[in-house]
């Protein structure tokens, strides 16, 4: 059943695959979502060319295996060199396991020599001593004296009484995974011990622990399987090396870069991952009381907990002051005539460089070095939380909103979708938009150009995702607590469908840009006109994410740069350059 | 207490221990602790420590002879395979252990390890190194120490 779902799965259209991983584990769910993409497919085809780029991110390159599909894989393994070698089950057990569970090098091995491998393996052909057929003999390990019938041993003839091989067994069982290698208990022999002994002569407890072990073996030894990390899930991900993005969606919903085991981290790499994961391990301590889990109003000064996942907070009345939570300022300067939502992004580095004696200026230096960590830190962390919320959110929705909006707005659950497909998207959003966090921390500070383009992209990443966020949790709202069916239901669906795709189509060109390290930035000023208007990554982007704007909430489109105070528009490229700079960061093209 | 129910076949391997004992080798458990054995083993002919006599302990735990016993050298002696404390890197001791195995082919071991030092899987990082860098002068430090520590006197 499980198997063929993963079938199903893979043959389906790129964009089931999405809904699917992120269903909150919920099998049953999953069925039900495949049924309906057709109703909502529309959402992805509103933008040129976001087809191929969903075909390539969602294409496929890994199999999520449950422990079902891979005790038949072991077992199909197992019987296909049994055939071929002629062997029994056992012994092809043997083989593979010691060659890593690899049938073409266990082929390669064996019809190249034979007889080496099975003195490597320990498969004996005959005896090396008689078993004492009907005689008495005494047991070398216990030293009593046994009749035949109760010894036992392995092909090679060293006999043993039946209580001290379950004593061996059980005791190589609970050293761990060598049990898989048991060899014959006289030191001069190495034949195998193989799982038909094993079985005979364990408890049922050990047998169990044998089997995890065997189970695992076929996963940690292969190169091309690992369990997926998330805590107590027991699917493996079989994964084809070399075919591109590492990351991996495991069917309990968790995703994971399947080169380092961190959670999925796209668009950072896995070192640099690993150098920020580290440092904050490090600064933990420090970060704790920085942080704690409480800001104070900005303006009343009564500690908020941020349990909602936008950055748009409201203080209880009756203050009712509302603020941005990242940089505590009013909330109205947050719109369009500062230059865009969410402009607290940026980290001003430029501090007054002033007549500081030296030690004021070491003490000055650490304290910026912490604050402008904290602040990368500060962002990763919040977004981090902030999609543990939506996730929440999300199964919230699907397992008790849906079914009540259903009702109040008379509309059938299947054309609600575009409302889970937000929530599955602004779950990515939030995973994305943590690690640029990390990326910019790691940005190095000479590349100005490189800097400015990157934090551009992400402040309108931010404010993209806030919107859609807004939209998705506070707006909806409104439909929830009608009493009927709204007028404007289908225009919040517009609205909602819309700001969706926008969002994803700007990640996944603002994923790429940042993958391919900025490179449409040249910092070395040889950047022409034409290289510039060509580029595809970030470029682009910002052209779409500007039309997508232009359709909710913004009209002046890309060129509204012109009227922002402090800026000036660059006419080859657009980039918004900061006054008093007479040539373009972004192309070099003079004023 | 420990020993009103010893395993039969600590017992055989004591009795055989004693009225058997391998050459250059004696072993008697201690009175109070039939697990427990005071271990004498000769330096053999031929090594650094011919002349010496080397004192040990060896414990057989709970799970012997599932599990290895435990052996520890308790006179000083200058061994790459051998630390400060006495602790034994021996391959029988740890993963290679067989229940098919004894205290006499430990002892017996452990013997042969004196004749045979082996640099290349040291316990003891300074000793091994100077094994291996002037062989002769690390034979030479051996004996001074077999002299010094383990002359039986």
Same mark, same amino acid.
């Given at each position: 059943m499980v198997s063929e779902d993963e079938l199903d799965m893979q043959d389906a259209a790129a964009e089931s695959a999405e809904d699917d991983f992120y269903s909150g584990g919920e099998e049953d769910g999953f069925d039900s979502d495949d049924a309906d993409v057709a109703d909502y497919e529309f959402i992805d085809n509103d933008s040129d060319d976001s087809d191929d780029l969903i075909s390539h991110r969602y294409q496929q390159n890994y199999t999520i295996l449950s422990e079902g599909d891979i005790r038949q894989r072991q077992d199909d393994d197992i019987m296909r060199i049994a055939t071929v070698l002629s062997i029994s089950k056992v012994a092809a057990t043997i083989l593979l396991r010691y060659y890593n569970w690899s049938v073409s090098k266990v082929h390669d091995e064996w019809f190249a020599d034979e007889e080496k491998v099975r003195r490597a393996v320990g498969l004996l052909e005959e005896p090396v001593v008689p078993f004492p057929d009907g005689r008495e003999m005494t047991c070398g390990i216990c030293f009593e004296t046994y009749p035949s019938? %109760?010894?036992?041993? +392995? &092909?090679?003839?060293? $006999?043993?009484?039946n209580s001290c091989w379950a004593g061996y067994i059980s005791t190589a069982i609970n050293d761990g995974p060598g049990c898989l290698m048991l060899r014959c208990p006289d030191p001069s022999c190495n034949a195998a011990v193989g799982q038909d002994m094993i079985n005979v002569l364990t408890s049922n407890e050990d047998s169990d622990k044998y089997s995890r072990y065997f189970i695992r073996s076929y996963i940690e030894d292969n190169r091309k399987t690992k369990w997926c990390p998330a805590p107590g899930c027991d699917y493996a991900v079989d994964f084809i090396v070399g075919s591109g993005s590492y990351d991996v969606i495991c069917r309990c919903a968790y995703s994971f870069c399947w080169n380092c085991t961190e959670e999925a981290h796209r668009p950072v790499d896995c070192g640099t991952v690993a150098k920020w994961i580290l440092k904050n391990s490090a600064e933990s301590e420090n970060m704790n009381w920085i942080l704690a889990n409480s800001k104070p109003c900005p303006k009343c000064k009564r500690p908020i907990e941020k349990n909602q996942g936008c950055m748009h907070i409201t203080c209880t009345p009756p203050c009712k002051f509302e603020f941005c939570w990242l940089c505590l300022g009013a909330w109205s300067d947050h719109g369009e005539r500062t230059g865009g939502f969410y402009a607290c992004n940026r @980290?001003?580095?430029?501090?007054?460089?002033? +007549?500081?004696?030296?030690?004021?200026?070491?003490?000055?230096?650490?304290?910026? !070095? =912490?604050?402008?960590?904290?602040? @990368? @830190?500060?962002?990763? $962390?919040?977004? *981090?939380? !902030? %999609?543990?919320?939506?996730? $929440?959110?999300?199964? *919230?929705? *699907?397992? &008790?909103? =849906?079914?009540? =909006? #259903?009702?109040?707005?008379? *509309?059938?659950? #299947?054309q609600l979708k575009f409302i889970i497909e937000a929530w599955l998207q602004i779950v990515e959003c939030r995973r994305v938009l943590k690690w640029t966090y990390a990326y910019g921390y790691y940005l190095p500070e000479h590349e100005h150009a490189k800097r400015l383009f990157f934090e551009y992209l992400q402040g309108e990443a931010e404010s993209g995702l806030e919107r859609l966020h807004q939209c998705a949790e506070k707006e909806l709202q409104i439909y929830l607590n009608a009493e009927g069916p709204s007028k404007d239901f289908n225009e919040f669906r517009t609205k909602l469908a819309g700001l969706t795709s926008v969002t994803r189509n700007y990640f996944e060109n603002l994923v %790429?840009? =940042?993958?391919?390290?900025?490179?449409? +930035?040249? #910092?070395?000023?040889?950047? !022409? %006109?034409?290289?510039s208007s060509k580029s595809l990554g970030g470029g682009s982007s910002r052209a779409r994410a500007g039309r997508g704007k232009g359709s909710t909430s913004r009209s002046s489109g890309p060129s509204r740069n012109i009227d922002e105070p402090g800026h000036w528009s660059c006419e080859y490229c657009t980039f918004a350059n900061i006054k008093p700079a007479t040539i373009c960061a972004m192309c070099q093209q003079r004023r | 207490m420990a020993n009103s129910n010893l395993p039969r076949r600590i017992i055989k391997e004591t009795q055989r221990l004693l009225s058997e004992p391998a050459p250059g080798i004696s072993a008697s458990p201690s009175e109070d602790n039939m697990r427990y054995f005071n271990v004498m083993i000769l330096g053999p002919t031929q090594s650094p420590y011919e002349g010496g006599v080397f004192k040990l302990e060896l414990f057989l735990p709970e799970e012997y002879p599932m599990a290895a016993p435990k052996v520890r050298f308790l006179t000083k002696i200058y061994h790459p395979n051998i630390d400060k404390l006495g602790r034994i890197c021996l391959d029988i001791l740890k993963d290679k252990w067989s229940p098919a195995l004894q205290i006499r082919t430990v002892l017996l071991s452990i013997q042969a390890l004196l004749s045979a030092p082996n640099p290349d899987d040291p316990l003891s990082e300074n000793i091994a190194k100077h094994w291996k860098t002037n062989e002769v002068e690390a034979v030479e430090t051996a004996k001074e120490w077999t002299r010094l520590y383990a002359s039986g006197a």
């Amino acid at each position: 059943m499980v198997s063929e779902d993963e079938l199903d799965m893979q043959d389906a259209a790129a964009e089931s695959a999405e809904d699917d991983f992120y269903s909150g584990g919920e099998e049953d769910g999953f069925d039900s979502d495949d049924a309906d993409v057709a109703d909502y497919e529309f959402i992805d085809n509103d933008s040129d060319d976001s087809d191929d780029l969903i075909s390539h991110r969602y294409q496929q390159n890994y199999t999520i295996l449950s422990e079902g599909d891979i005790r038949q894989r072991q077992d199909d393994d197992i019987m296909r060199i049994a055939t071929v070698l002629s062997i029994s089950k056992v012994a092809a057990t043997i083989l593979l396991r010691y060659y890593n569970w690899s049938v073409s090098k266990v082929h390669d091995e064996w019809f190249a020599d034979e007889e080496k491998v099975r003195r490597a393996v320990g498969l004996l052909e005959e005896p090396v001593v008689p078993f004492p057929d009907g005689r008495e003999m005494t047991c070398g390990i216990c030293f009593e004296t046994y009749p035949s019938d %109760r010894l036992r041993a +392995v &092909v090679c003839g060293h $006999a043993f009484c039946n209580s001290c091989w379950a004593g061996y067994i059980s005791t190589a069982i609970n050293d761990g995974p060598g049990c898989l290698m048991l060899r014959c208990p006289d030191p001069s022999c190495n034949a195998a011990v193989g799982q038909d002994m094993i079985n005979v002569l364990t408890s049922n407890e050990d047998s169990d622990k044998y089997s995890r072990y065997f189970i695992r073996s076929y996963i940690e030894d292969n190169r091309k399987t690992k369990w997926c990390p998330a805590p107590g899930c027991d699917y493996a991900v079989d994964f084809i090396v070399g075919s591109g993005s590492y990351d991996v969606i495991c069917r309990c919903a968790y995703s994971f870069c399947w080169n380092c085991t961190e959670e999925a981290h796209r668009p950072v790499d896995c070192g640099t991952v690993a150098k920020w994961i580290l440092k904050n391990s490090a600064e933990s301590e420090n970060m704790n009381w920085i942080l704690a889990n409480s800001k104070p109003c900005p303006k009343c000064k009564r500690p908020i907990e941020k349990n909602q996942g936008c950055m748009h907070i409201t203080c209880t009345p009756p203050c009712k002051f509302e603020f941005c939570w990242l940089c505590l300022g009013a909330w109205s300067d947050h719109g369009e005539r500062t230059g865009g939502f969410y402009a607290c992004n940026r @980290y001003e580095t430029a501090k007054q460089e002033g +007549v500081y004696d030296d030690a004021e200026k070491r003490r000055e230096m650490a304290k910026n !070095s =912490l604050e402008r960590y904290t602040h @990368y @830190y500060e962002r990763w $962390a919040t977004n *981090q939380t !902030s %999609r543990q919320k939506a996730l $929440a959110d999300l199964q *919230q929705m *699907q397992n &008790v909103h =849906l079914e009540k =909006l #259903s009702d109040i707005q008379c *509309q059938p659950e #299947s054309q609600l979708k575009f409302i889970i497909e937000a929530w599955l998207q602004i779950v990515e959003c939030r995973r994305v938009l943590k690690w640029t966090y990390a990326y910019g921390y790691y940005l190095p500070e000479h590349e100005h150009a490189k800097r400015l383009f990157f934090e551009y992209l992400q402040g309108e990443a931010e404010s993209g995702l806030e919107r859609l966020h807004q939209c998705a949790e506070k707006e909806l709202q409104i439909y929830l607590n009608a009493e009927g069916p709204s007028k404007d239901f289908n225009e919040f669906r517009t609205k909602l469908a819309g700001l969706t795709s926008v969002t994803r189509n700007y990640f996944e060109n603002l994923v %790429r840009a =940042l993958e391919n390290g900025l490179s449409d +930035v040249d #910092s070395h000023g040889a950047c !022409s %006109r034409m290289a510039s208007s060509k580029s595809l990554g970030g470029g682009s982007s910002r052209a779409r994410a500007g039309r997508g704007k232009g359709s909710t909430s913004r009209s002046s489109g890309p060129s509204r740069n012109i009227d922002e105070p402090g800026h000036w528009s660059c006419e080859y490229c657009t980039f918004a350059n900061i006054k008093p700079a007479t040539i373009c960061a972004m192309c070099q093209q003079r004023r | 207490m420990a020993n009103s129910n010893l395993p039969r076949r600590i017992i055989k391997e004591t009795q055989r221990l004693l009225s058997e004992p391998a050459p250059g080798i004696s072993a008697s458990p201690s009175e109070d602790n039939m697990r427990y054995f005071n271990v004498m083993i000769l330096g053999p002919t031929q090594s650094p420590y011919e002349g010496g006599v080397f004192k040990l302990e060896l414990f057989l735990p709970e799970e012997y002879p599932m599990a290895a016993p435990k052996v520890r050298f308790l006179t000083k002696i200058y061994h790459p395979n051998i630390d400060k404390l006495g602790r034994i890197c021996l391959d029988i001791l740890k993963d290679k252990w067989s229940p098919a195995l004894q205290i006499r082919t430990v002892l017996l071991s452990i013997q042969a390890l004196l004749s045979a030092p082996n640099p290349d899987d040291p316990l003891s990082e300074n000793i091994a190194k100077h094994w291996k860098t002037n062989e002769v002068e690390a034979v030479e430090t051996a004996k001074e120490w077999t002299r010094l520590y383990a002359s039986g006197a």
